[in-house]
């Protein structure tokens, strides 16, 4: 498998957020972020799944697997406050108030 650069690592994190952006005209932003995290999950078991030869020694080894990713997505989620919350006037300011 080929590595992925920082900068690219960047950008698939940023196209990730266009497609839950394209959901806000129809729906509000929590349905929208939790498709976001549905999707994620969905995705997460599919990249788990790929490391075992059968379903159960997949289950056998679930709780160490999620316990991964809660752990990683709560590091993802405590940095992303830290830099909202220190950006935040720049963030939440209107589009058109430039």
């Known amino acids: 498998m080929a590595e992925v650069s920082n900068e ?3 950008e698939m ?3 990730q957020i ?3 952006n394209r959901h806000l005209p ?3 932003p929590g ?3 939790a ?3 549905q999707a994620a999950a969905r995705f997460n ?3 788990s799944s790929r490391q075992f030869v059968s379903g159960r020694i997949m289950l056998q080894n679930k709780d160490a697997h999620i316990e991964h990713y809660v752990r990683l997505y709560k590091q993802y989620l405590e940095e992303q406050f830290a830099d ?3 950006n935040y006037d720049v963030y939440t300011r209107p589009a058109n108030k430039g």
């Open 26 to 28: 129809e729906s509000e």
């Open 8 to 10: 690219r690592f960047s």
């Open 13 to 15: 994190v940023v196209e």
């Open 31 to 33: 349905v929208a972020g």
């Open 35 to 37: 498709a976001l995290m």
């Open 45 to 47: 078991a599919f990249v």
């Open 18 to 20: 266009e497609v839950a």
């Open 84 to 86: 909202y919350a220190a």
